[in-house]
């Protein structure tokens, strides 16, 4: 890993703003809107590579999802509608009206029920190793997986099994994302984790009616939100395409943030009849 990608990586803490409802948020740079929402487990710094890059030509806005970072917990057995019209609220407080947004594992999640339910305020939309349809194996095992965490807390060694792999390149990534998990707030984890569970199916059927252009991204060896899945959602969606970072898994966008941010430059160069 180069000098530059190290030092994007190993950004310290950002400094954060407070809705009056208890969303924490970063606030940097001018011009058209882009906001990014992490995974569960995380906070806003998993987005460090994009942050530095993209705010020096957009207003990047990047939020702590509720019970993650510095932003208040939802309630305990929230589902994803709950995610959803928390993102709204969000927008709305922040009097942000059309915004492109950029969500990665549960946030994609989230940004793709954006797009489902209130379209009209997303002129962009994409989804970074977002999952689409379990299969029934894939299922059983989200499904434990949520389970287990009122009894066992947060996992912080599964994850990174299946989030990365052991090459050299993914090492400061894997780091930082140990770290970030053991600062998670457990029963925030907890909650979100459910809702990511249980909501592969929640907006599914709604790509078609979605008319933004879409990008879905993955790494060609993430084992949970594959390439098929992005390939799926991709023919569903109007304007959707699918692009695949090979020897890359889950946490693409920090362990190759030089390829994504290029996806993502052309995603947001993008018209609308784009494809």
Same mark, same amino acid.
């Given at each position: 890993?180069?000098?530059?990608?190290?030092?994007?990586?190993?950004?310290? *803490?950002?400094? #954060?703003?407070?809705?009056?409802?208890?969303? /924490?948020?970063?606030?940097?740079?001018?011009?058209? +809107? !882009? @906001?990014?929402?992490?995974?569960?487990?995380?906070?806003?710094?998993?987005?460090?590579p994009q942050i530095?890059?993209?705010?020096?030509s957009h207003r990047?806005?990047?939020?702590?999802?509720?019970?993650?970072?510095?932003?208040?917990?939802?309630?305990?057995?929230?589902?994803?509608?709950?995610?959803?019209?928390?993102?709204?609220?969000?927008?709305?407080?922040?009097?942000?009206?059309?915004?492109?947004?950029?969500?990665?594992?549960?946030?994609?999640?989230?940004?793709?029920?954006?797009?489902?339910?209130?379209?009209?305020?997303?002129?962009?939309?994409?989804?970074?190793? *977002?999952?689409? #349809?379990?299969?029934?194996?894939?299922?059983? /095992?989200?499904?434990?997986?949520?389970?287990?965490? +009122? !009894? @066992?807390?947060?996992?912080?060694?599964?994850?990174?099994?299946?989030?990365?792999?052991?090459?050299?390149?993914?090492?400061?990534?894997?780091?930082?994302?140990?770290?970030?998990?053991?600062?998670?707030?457990?029963?925030?984890?907890?909650?979100?984790?459910?809702?990511?569970?249980?909501?592969?199916?929640?907006?599914?059927?709604?790509?078609?009616?979605?008319?933004?252009?879409?990008?879905?991204?993955?790494?060609?060896?993430?084992?949970?939100?594959?390439?098929?899945?992005?390939?799926?959602?991709?023919?569903?969606?109007?304007?959707?395409?699918?692009?695949?970072?090979? *020897?890359?898994?889950?946490?693409?966008?920090?362990?190759?943030?030089?390829?994504?941010?290029?996806?993502?430059?052309?995603? !947001?160069?993008?018209?609308?009849?784009?494809?």
């Amino acid at each position: 890993m180069d000098q530059k990608k190290a030092d994007h990586l190993n950004m310290g *803490g950002l400094l #954060r703003k407070h809705t009056a409802r208890g969303t /924490a948020y970063h606030d940097v740079g001018e011009g058209e +809107p !882009l @906001v990014l929402i992490h995974g569960v487990g995380m906070r806003l710094e998993a987005w460090a590579p994009q942050i530095a890059a993209f705010s020096r030509s957009h207003r990047i806005v990047a939020v702590d999802m509720p019970g993650h970072g510095e932003s208040a917990a939802l309630p305990s057995g929230s589902k994803l509608e709950a995610f959803v019209a928390w993102f709204g609220g969000f927008l709305d407080e922040m009097a942000l009206g059309e915004v492109n947004v950029a969500g990665h594992s549960m946030g994609a999640l989230i940004a793709g029920g954006a797009a489902a339910t209130f379209g009209e305020r997303i002129k962009r939309v994409a989804y970074l190793n *977002g999952v689409y #349809r379990r299969d029934r194996e894939a299922k059983a /095992a989200v499904l434990a997986r949520a389970a287990a965490i +009122p !009894l @066992v807390g947060v996992d912080k060694e599964g994850p990174l099994l299946r989030w990365f792999g052991d090459d050299a390149q993914s090492a400061a990534a894997r780091e930082l994302t140990r770290n970030w998990l053991s600062l998670v707030d457990p029963q925030g984890y907890a909650t979100a984790y459910a809702a990511f569970a249980g909501g592969d199916e929640t907006y599914a059927d709604r790509w078609p009616d979605v008319s933004a252009p879409a990008l879905f991204l993955t790494g060609s060896d993430d084992p949970n939100s594959t390439p098929l899945m992005a390939e799926q959602m991709a023919t569903a969606a109007p304007r959707g395409w699918a692009r695949i970072v090979e *020897g890359h898994r889950h946490m693409v966008n920090l362990t190759a943030p030089d390829i994504v941010n290029e996806l993502l430059t052309e995603w !947001l160069s993008c018209g609308e009849d784009a494809r």
